[in-house]
Antibody, heavy 121, light 108 residues
Framework: QVQLVQSAAEVKKPGASVKVSCKAS????????INWVRQATGQGLEWMGW????????GYAQNFQGRVTMTRDTSISTVYMELSSLRSEDTAVYYC??????????????WGQGTTVTVSS | SSELTQDPAVSVALGQTVRITCQGD??????ASWYQQKPGQAPVLVIY???DRPSGIPDRFSGSSSGNTASLTITGAQAEDEADYYC???????????FGGGTKLTVL
């Protein structure tokens, strides 16, 4: 079945970086975008950016420009999201989600289980 | 600040109809998609392309759009529909996505 499986929870100190992985299975990896969305405890969903696994093209939300890097490894159908210069406000659950490449009317139809990132000294 | 505006909370009596709205100028150009999220779970897509439902989503969920407002309607709300609902669309640039702030639905 179509699924996205994310890496395990992480605990990081302020100023460090974290790299979360998202492994796709059950569909053609290069046929869909992968988005990253985060959610702080008790807060709403926040879109961070996307990557096209086929071309490697990326787009980052302005709030994360300069701090986030999204990459992919097509040989293992995996996308990575690295967030640097972590601060306590980055403590959240991070989700990856699949989206239809090039579709004007965008949506995210398959979601990973989420990865909890805790930033604490 | 979010470019999509949702009411923070809405309630509905069991079996009645409820509409959850999402407002934003970008909705004049792009349809919204809608997501249901229950506590401790990942979001689930319930409506896309204005009024299409993924497989497995009950037909009591429907979507519509007019001007700068997208709506999610639940006809005959069930107890299991109690959740947070988020709209999402491309932003005004068309190159990024944005979520609404979310609406907490309580089924009474």
């Amino acid at each position: 079945q179509v699924q996205l499986v994310q890496s395990a929870a992480e605990v990081k100190k302020p100023g460090a970086s974290v790299k979360v992985s998202c492994k796709a299975s059950g569909y053609t990896f290069t046929s869909y975008d992968i988005n990253w969305v985060r959610q702080a405890t008790g807060q709403g969903l926040e879109w961070m950016g996307w990557t096209n696994p086929k071309s490697g093209s990326i787009g980052y939300a302005q709030n994360f420009q300069g701090r986030v890097t999204m990459t992919r490894d097509t040989s293992i159908s995996t996308v990575y999201m690295e967030l640097s210069s972590l601060r306590s406000e980055d403590t959240a659950v991070y989700y990856c989600a699949r989206g239809p490449t090039g579709n004007d009317y965008y949506y995210m139809d398959v979601w990973g289980q989420g990865t909890t990132v805790t930033v604490s000294s | 600040s979010s470019e999509l505006t949702q009411d923070p909370a809405v309630s509905v009596a069991l079996g009645q109809t409820v509409r959850i709205t999402c407002q934003g100028d970008n909705l004049r150009s792009y349809y919204a998609s809608w997501y249901q999220q229950k506590p401790g779970q990942a979001p689930v897509l319930v409506i896309y392309d204005k009024n299409d439902r993924p497989s497995g989503i009950p037909d009591r969920f429907s979507g519509s759009s007019s001007g700068n407002t997208a709506s999610l309607t639940i006809t005959g709300a069930q107890a299991e529909d109690e959740a947070d609902y988020y709209c999402n669309s491309r932003d005004s640039s068309g190159n990024h996505l944005v979520f609404g702030g979310g609406t907490k639905l309580t089924v009474l």
